[in-house]
C-alpha cells in the first residue's frame, strides 16, 4: 500500500470559504496531495466527482438500511454518511494505508509529520474529535471534521455503521436520543452520533484530536471554549482567543497557559471568520471573497450568532 497521505475535502456546491480551506491544507501540509471531492472543481486542485461513487455497492447497502432521524434535511444527512463509504472506496482504489480527511470549513496548520508527533495513529486507528460527555447526556457526539483514518479502521467503521441501522440494540439508542429532538431541540441522529457510538465500541482504535498532546490539539469549534473539557479555553469576542506565533496560531488555556492549534473549525456563521486567520497565498477572487466576509461581519458581529 502507498505511505503517502493524501487530503480529502468533500464539499456540494460552490462557495466563497472553499478556496481558502484548500490552499491553507497545501501550505500547511506541502508534502500531501490535497483533493477536493465535489461536483464542482476548484483551479489548482484534483477533483474526485461525487457521481464516481454513488453507485458503489457498499454505499448503496447503507442507502437502503439509512433511516432519517434528524430535523435536518435528509439529503444532507445522508451525505455526511456516505462521504465515508466515498472515501473507503477511494482509499482502496488508489491503495492508500492513510488518509487526512477535513470538512470544507477547517483551515489546516499542521503538516502530517506535525500531527504523527503530538497525536500518533497506528495502524488499523483513527484520529478523532472527541468531546468528554456522559452517556447519559445523549449529547452523543464524535467528530472527523479534522479526521486522520487508516483504512482498517473506515472499513471497520462504515461496517459498523451500517449494522447501526440494521441491529435493535443500535436503533433503540437512536430512537432515544431521536425522541429527545423532534420533542424539546433541533438536530437528531447523524453521522457524528454513528462515530460516538464506534468511539465507544472500539476505543483501543481512536485518537482524541481535541484532548491535547504535546502541546498541540484540534479546535472542535471556533466559538466554543470547549474543546475535550467544558470551558477549557479562552475567549475574546465569542470567539477563541488566538494568536501566531512563528506563523502558527496558538489558542490558550484558562490558566494562560498557551497550546498550538493543529487547525480551527469555522462551523455554521464562524465560516465568516476564515479569511482572518487564512495564512495561505492569494488566489483568484480572494479579494471579493475577503469582502463577502467582511460583510457578514458587518452584519452579524464577531460573536457566533
Known amino acids: ?33 490535497v483533493m477536493l471531492a465535489s461536483e464542482i472543481p476548484v483551479p489548482g486542485f484534483p477533483l474526485l466527482p461525487l457521481n464516481n461513487f454513488e453507485n458503489i455497492k457498499r454505499a448503496a447497502t447503507f442507502r437502503r ?10 439529503a444532507y444527512e445522508l451525505f455526511c454518511y456516505l462521504r465515508w463509504f466515498y472515501l473507503l472506496e477511494y482509499m482502496e482504489l488508489r491503495g492508500l494505508q492513510r488518509v487526512l480527511h477535513l470538512d470544507s ?7 502530517m509529520e506535525e500531527l504523527a508527533f503530538s497525536h500518533p495513529v497506528r495502524s488499523g486507528e ?19 471534521h479534522m479526521g486522520l483514518f487508516t483504512v482498517e479502521a473506515l472499513d471497520c467503521f462504515c461496517k459498523f455503521a451500517t449494522a447501526t441501522f440494521v441491529e435493535e440494540r443500535w436503533l433503540s439508542q437512536y430512537n432515544q436520543k431521536w425522541m429527545s ?35 498541540a490539539v484540534a479546535d472542535l469549534r471556533f466559538n466554543n471554549s470547549a474543546n475535550h473539557r ?10 477563541k482567543r488566538v494568536e501566531l506565533r512563528c506563523g502558527k496560531p496558538i489558542i490558550f488555556r484558562k490558566d494562560g497557559r498557551p497550546v498550538r492549534a493543529l487547525g480551527l473549525h469555522f462551523q455554521g456563521r464562524n465560516k465568516r471568520h476564515i479569511p482572518r486567520y487564512y495564512l495561505g497565498p492569494s488566489f483568484a477572487g480572494k479579494m471579493l471573497s475577503d469582502l463577502t466576509a467582511a460583510a457578514y461581519l458587518r452584519v452579524f458581529g464577531s460573536g457566533s450568532g
Open 181 to 215: 429532538h423532534s420533542t424539546r431541540r433541533p438536530g437528531g441522529i447523524c453521522d457524528m452520533t454513528t462515530l460516538y457510538f464506534f468511539c465507544r465500541e472500539y476505543p483501543e482504535a481512536v485518537v482524541n484530536l481535541a484532548e491535547e498532546s504535546r502541546g
Open 1 to 33: 500500500m502507498s505511505t503517502v497521505t493524501p487530503i480529502v475535502i468533500f464539499h456540494k456546491g460552490r462557495t466563497w470559504y472553499l478556496p481558502y480551506v484548500l490552499h491553507q491544507a497545501q501550505v500547511a501540509c506541502p508534502s500531501s496531495e
Open 105 to 111: 470549513d477547517f483551515l489546516l496548520y499542521c503538516s
Open 126 to 144: 483513527a484520529g478523532l474529535s472527541i468531546p468528554a460527555q456522559s452517556h447519559e447526556s445523549l449529547v452523543w457526539l464524535a467528530s472527523g
Open 65 to 74: 438500511c439509512y433511516q432519517h432521524m434528524s430535523t435536518n434535511p435528509q
Open 230 to 239: 467544558a470551558d477549557e479555553y479562552q475567549m475574546r469576542n465569542g470567539v
